[in-house]
C-alpha cells in the first residue's frame, strides 16, 4: 500500500452489550434481546439478535421506518393484521413497510433467532398482545400454505 492511504484505522470494535429479557409488555412467553448497534449517530440503524422460545411472539407493532427481519435459526412467523400471514426459516429476510401493524414470532414447535434491522430514528408504535386465537390462525394458515405447495 502506498504511504500515503496510510492514516490512523478509523474502524473499532464495538463492546458487546449483555443479553436482556423482553419486555413483557412488548413480548408473550420467554425472548431475549443481544442489542448490536443502538442507531446513534446519522444514517445508522438498529440491528438485534432476537431469540424467541416456541410459541413467543412480539405484540403488534408497526415502525415508523419499516423493519427488516433475517431468521438465523429455527422456524418462525410474521403476520400483519389483515391476517396474511408468512412463515420463516433460516435465511430468510422479511420486509415489513412503513406504518404496517405487525407481529412476529417462533412456531409453537420451535424455537427462533432472527435479526432485527431498523432505520434509526423511525419510532416504534406498540399495541395489544397478540392473542392466542391470532397466533393459532396465523399458524394454522403457514401450515396450509405449506401443504398446498
Known amino acids: 500500500m502506498p504511504a500515503d492511504d496510510v492514516s490512523e484505522d478509523p474502524m473499532v470494535v464495538l463492546p458487546a452489550p449483555a443479553t436482556v ?32 422460545s416456541p410459541g413467543a411472539r412480539t405484540a403488534w407493532h408497526r415502525h415508523a421506518n419499516g423493519q427488516t427481519l433475517h431468521v438465523t435459526d429455527g422456524r418462525g412467523i410474521v403476520c400483519s393484521r389483515d391476517g396474511h400471514a408468512i412463515a420463516m426459516k433460516p435465511g430468510d ?45 396465523a399458524t394454522a394458515s403457514v401450515e396450509a400454505k405449506s401443504r398446498t405447495r
Open 93 to 137: 429476510t422479511v420486509y415489513t413497510p412503513p406504518g404496517i401493524w405487525h407481529w412476529h414470532g417462533a412456531a409453537p414447535d420451535s424455537f427462533m433467532t432472527h435479526l432485527a434491522l431498523s432505520v434509526a430514528g423511525g419510532d416504534v408504535e406498540w399495541d395489544e398482545h397478540v392473542n392466542d386465537d391470532e397466533y393459532t390462525n
Open 21 to 52: 429479557k423482553a419486555a413483557a409488555d412488548r413480548f408473550t412467553g420467554d425472548v431475549w434481546v443481544d442489542g448490536i448497534t443502538n442507531g446513534a449517530g446519522p444514517g445508522t440503524a438498529t440491528l438485534a439478535a432476537v431469540r424467541f
